[in-house]
């Protein structure tokens, strides 16, 4: 079973940075992609960022591009999501989710970003 740990997330305002984190407990040599999701209240639960561990090509959703970007450090196994000039909309909670090999999906609990205006 591979557990997947956010944190990061809290209260800024408007135009400011936060740098979520997500730690996987999980192999990473059977390991497809990780990635970060959002659910705003309301809202479906949209992507946001994905991550290629092998070979490092990452994938962020259009509408993010060039505030958000997605990173990691493969000896701490640690993926980022690095997000600047923070809009109110983008107030969420942030999900963690990884895919193994074998099609095998894990989520983590996630982390509430919360953007004043």
């Known amino acids: 079973q591979v557990q997947l740990e956010e944190s990061g997330g809290g209260l800024v305002q408007a135009g400011g940075s936060l740098r979520l984190s997500c730690v996987t407990s999980?192999?990473?040599?059977?390991?497809?992609?990780m990635d970060w999701f959002r659910q705003a209240p309301g809202q479906e639960r949209e992507f946001v960022a994905r991550?290629?561990?092998?070979?490092?090509?990452?994938n962020v959703a259009d509408s993010l591009k060039g505030r958000f970007t997605i990173s990691k450090d493969t000896a701490k196994r640690m993926l980022y999501l690095q997000m600047n000039d923070l809009k109110p909309e983008d107030t969420a909670v942030y999900y963690c989710?990884?895919?193994?090999?074998?099609?095998?999906?894990?989520w983590g609990q996630g982390t509430q970003v919360t953007v004043s205006s």
């Open positions: 989710h990884t895919i193994h090999l074998g099609a095998r999906e894990y």
């Open positions: 991550l290629w561990w092998s070979n490092d090509d990452t």
């Open positions: 999980g192999r990473t040599f059977d390991m497809y992609t």
